[in-house]
């Protein structure tokens, strides 16, 4: 089955740094771009960046440029999410999403709660 | 960056009725276009690509159509499983937008 697996739920203080993972199965990892997209709660569908596992290639949404960091570790086939310091507007749902002419397979969600 | 507005915010229908939703890009995206829907508490799940493909096991009653700038999600016939919100995104170049969203509730 071809599956993109998330890690769990978060609950940082603002400052913190994170990282967040996505780890694929079931298909070639190394073949595919994998994006991110955040989901602030209550609101639509955000497009961050994207990376590609096989070179880590990576491109980034202007509104997230130089916020957080996209990297993968083809060797375990997982893609990750990083902040160096986080605010409590980083306060959202994180999805992974497989990308082919769309993003076809998502993760289940990583829950990100910034608060004091 | 495109800009992808979809219409209306929400919609009111019954089950069995006829679901029409649009999407407005601010540009040209071609055929580049996806169409998702959520439910609450779930992941998005893809249902259209390229505008008018169906994605694998996404049922006959919907279907995508557009080109350019303007496209449509149709449901045919409402389902009570359909009633979720729904996003159009354009993949034309790098940075691939989402629309806002439209809410097809329960009338």
């Known amino acids: 089955e071809v599956q993109l697996v998330q890690s769990g739920a978060e609950v940082k203080k603002p400052g913190e740094s994170l990282k967040i993972s996505c780890k694929g199965s079931?298909?070639?990892?190394?073949?595919?771009?994998i994006g991110w997209v955040r989901q602030m709660p209550g609101k639509g569908l955000e497009w961050m960046g994207i990376?590609?596992?096989?070179?880590?290639?990576?491109r980034y949404s202007p509104s997230f440029q130089g916020q957080v960091t996209i990297s993968a570790d083809k060797s375990i086939s997982t893609a990750y999410l990083q902040w160096s310091s986080l605010k409590a507007s980083d306060t959202a749902m994180y999805y992974c999403?497989?990308?082919?002419?769309?993003?076809?397979?998502w993760g289940q969600g990583t829950m990100v709660t910034v608060s004091s | 960056e495109i800009v992808l507005t979809q219409s209306p915010a929400t919609l009111s229908l019954s089950p069995g009725e006829r679901a029409t939703l649009s999407c407005r890009a601010s540009?040209?995206?071609?055929?580049?276009l996806a169409w998702y829907q959520q439910k609450p508490g779930q992941a998005p799940r893809l249902l259209i690509y390229d505008a008018s493909n169906r994605a694998t096991g996404i049922p006959a009653r919907f279907s995508g159509s557009g080109s350019g700038t303007d496209f449509t999600l149709t449901i045919s016939s409402l389902e009570p499983e359909d009633f979720a919100v729904y996003y159009c995104q354009q993949r034309s170049n790098w940075a691939w937008t989402f629309g806002q969203g439209t809410k097809v509730e329960i009338k």
């Open positions: 990376i590609y596992p096989g070179d880590s290639d990576t």
């Open positions: 999403a497989r990308r082919m002419w769309a993003f076809d397979i």
């Open positions: 079931g298909y070639s990892f190394t073949s595919y771009w």
């Open positions: 540009q040209s995206v071609s055929s580049y």
